[in-house]
């Protein structure tokens, strides 16, 4: 996610006066790693503000709760010092920082990367970025390594999928069947954007689990930062959490690294192509921190219901040719919900069909890049 980026940058702003150390460094397993780090920023401090920074933190062993004794009396001493500490594992830095450094910390999460990122970063044009989105995803790491597709799956699969269940996950010590995890795992990245309730998800794992079982591992990989499990919009609590939940993977990286055939043809796998965009454009919104939920009332549906700083809208995605009939589920929540605006995101060329039709409307490419805002002024009035 351009963590160690973003703390070298901070750490030249600072210049003489940061001091940067690495978790995961040889010199990190040695007893006085963390005492001389905190001694060297304190010494910087006498100078003026210093700043710290730790990186992949969660590898030193009781980084919380030193991290929280250092503090409290840097606090007491009036010692001018920033300190930024960064982890790979959402999940055991979360723990962490929840057991121990309680009232004493700011979180900020570096979510996955949209495709503005992809294409400032790797000096692509905004559409190429969001159809490589769609295909490969936005682990930066990766970027290289997708005009070898053996190669680009392999670091996806070693260097972030593995570590994050096989190793993250793990260590929170909630995880009794591992092997059902991955099943899990692999059945939610092989349903991108599909509503599948637990029960049929339970039938397609080779080993039985309980239905609590499963659901607590969908919550870890939503912890993680690799699934999500949309909940059916309803005004009641009850019923939301009772109806089966919309998968999305959050980073279509992890949906072609998984499957066999990789990413799939929108000429000849239409279907499969239209899932994955669909997974894309509802991760993206999820990943820039708007509210995701879905509607169905058999037998109309709405793809994503959003509410956030990009105001609240009723999503349909169609990347195939529809026509008048596709905007009756749109319609009918809106004018149940009026306080939300309809919108489709279609192939691009296919926006005038739902603005003909007095609906906005954005294509898929556009809503990557910036989001629900260019269909907003645009349906036929």
């Known amino acids: 996610m351009g963590k160690t980026t973003l703390l070298l940058e901070i750490a030249a702003k600072f210049g003489d006066q940061a001091v940067y150390a690495a978790g995961d460094e040889p010199d990190a397993a040695l007893p006085e790693f963390w005492d001389r780090r905190w001694a060297e920023a304190e010494a910087r401090a006498q100078r003026g503000t210093a700043a710290l920074l730790l990186d992949e933190v969660h590898h030193l062993s009781d980084w919380a709760g030193r991290l929280k004794s250092h503090w409290d009396r840097a606090r007491r001493r009036h010692t001018p010092i920033h300190v930024v500490a960064t982890g790979s594992s959402a999940l055991r830095v979360a723990t962490g920082s929840r057991e121990s450094l309680a009232g004493r910390f700011e979180r900020l999460t570096l979510s996955h990367w949209p495709a503005t990122s992809l294409a400032t970063v790797f000096r692509l044009s905004p559409r190429e970025a969001a159809r490589n989105l769609v295909r490969f995803g936005s682990y930066p790491g990766a970027q290289e390594f997708e005009k070898v597709p053996a190669r680009w799956r392999a670091y996806v699969r070693d260097a972030i999928i593995e570590p994050a269940i096989g190793r993250d996950v793990l260590a929170q010590g909630a995880v009794r069947r591992p092997a059902l995890l991955r099943q899990v795992f692999a059945i939610a990245a092989g349903s991108p954007a599909q509503i599948v309730s637990l029960q049929k998800l339970q039938g397609q794992l080779q080993d039985s689990g309980a239905l609590e079982t499963i659901a607590n591992y969908l919550a870890l990989l939503e912890d993680a930062y690799l699934v999500a499990t949309l909940e059916k919009y309803s005004k009641q609590v009850r019923r939301r959490r009772a109806s089966p939940p919309k998968l999305v993977t959050l980073n279509n990286a992890l949906l072609s690294a998984m499957h066999p055939d990789g990413a799939p043809d929108s000429v000849r796998e239409p279907a499969r192509f239209g899932f994955w965009v669909e997974n894309a454009c509802l991760a993206f ?42 905007l009756r589920g749109l319609l009918e929540f809106c004018r149940r919900n009026p306080a939300f605006t309809p919108l489709m995101i279609s192939a691009p060329g296919d926006e005038e069909i739902a603005r003909r039709n007095g609906v906005a409307s954005v294509n898929w490419e556009d809503f990557l890049i910036s989001g629900p805002g260019n269909g907003q002024n645009t349906a036929a009035r």
């Open 285 to 326: 919104a999820i990943n820039q921190g708007q509210q995701v939920m879905y509607w169905r009332e058999e037998p109309l549906e709405v793809d994503a219901v959003l509410d956030g700083s990009w105001g609240k809208w009723a999503v349909e995605v169609k990347t195939g040719k529809f026509d008048a009939l596709a």
